[in-house]
């Protein structure tokens, strides 16, 4: 039993007659009458009778119509409801970023997206390093990401947006600072997968020797 024989079946005995039914269905009159005759063979019961160039359902027919018209009316909802989320998803873009470019950047490029396009968006940002970002754009969870540019994944294409320049600072009195002194100091460090770890440890090793 496939999915077809039940909305010949059911599309037949809206009609009524054999040949309207396969005039609404696009097929074939005798393509018709035997996918019907294959589906009574696999149920072993007659669902219809042939009466004066019309059919007739009989006891197990209208039985079995009950249960391919809920089938039916499951399979359009579900087919109803997955346009509605594509539909909703044609008009969502999920954007990875890194916080600076949210705040200072996007904003005015989305804006000039929508006036090029003469459309409106839902966006949904997700702030993550670069590494994350890149990642998640790789398995198809953001549809593009704004980071910085990592040679990690070759797969992706990277277009340069803008520069941004990072500073490293210190206090005036940073060498004449010894450790037990500098307790009451916030040190902020960068995570290990951030992009900018790297360059940052590179500078400290350098000021440091």
């Given amino acids: 039993m496939n999915l077809n024989q039940l909305y010949y079946f059911n599309e037949l005995v809206k ?17 018709l009458s035997n996918s019907i005759k294959t589906l009574e063979k ?7 009778e042939r009466r004066n160039g019309r059919i007739e359902l009989t006891e197990y027919g209208q039985i079995f119509l009950e249960s391919a018209d809920s089938i039916i009316l499951t399979l359009e909802k579900a087919k109803n409801n997955i346009n ?45 390093i670069s590494n994350q970002i890149c990642l998640e754009v790789q398995n198809g969870n953001f549809d593009l990401g704004v980071c910085s540019k990592t040679d990690n994944y070759s ?38 997968k951030h992009q900018l770890s790297q360059p940052a440890q590179q500078l400290i090793d350098f000021i440091a020797n």
Avoid at 24 to 30: G, K, N, V
Avoid at 104 to 114: K, V, Y
């Fill in 155 to 192: 797969d992706l294409n990277f277009i340069p947006l803008y520069v941004e320049n990072t500073v490293f600072t210190a206090s005036k009195l940073a060498s004449k600072l010894e450790l037990p002194q500098s307790t009451r100091t916030i040190y902020l460090v960068y995570s290990t």
């Fill in 42 to 48: 696999e149920l072993h019961y007659n669902l219809i």
């Fill in 84 to 128: 509605h989320t594509k539909q909703m998803r044609n008009n969502t873009i999920e954007i990875g970023c890194i916080p600076t470019a949210r705040e200072n950047f996007l904003p005015h490029i989305t804006s000039a997206f929508e006036k090029e396009n003469s459309s409106t968006f839902h966006y949904i940002y997700h702030n993550a």
């Fill in 15 to 31: 009609q009524h007659q054999f040949s309207s039914a396969a005039k609404r269905l696009h097929i074939s009159q005798p393509s």
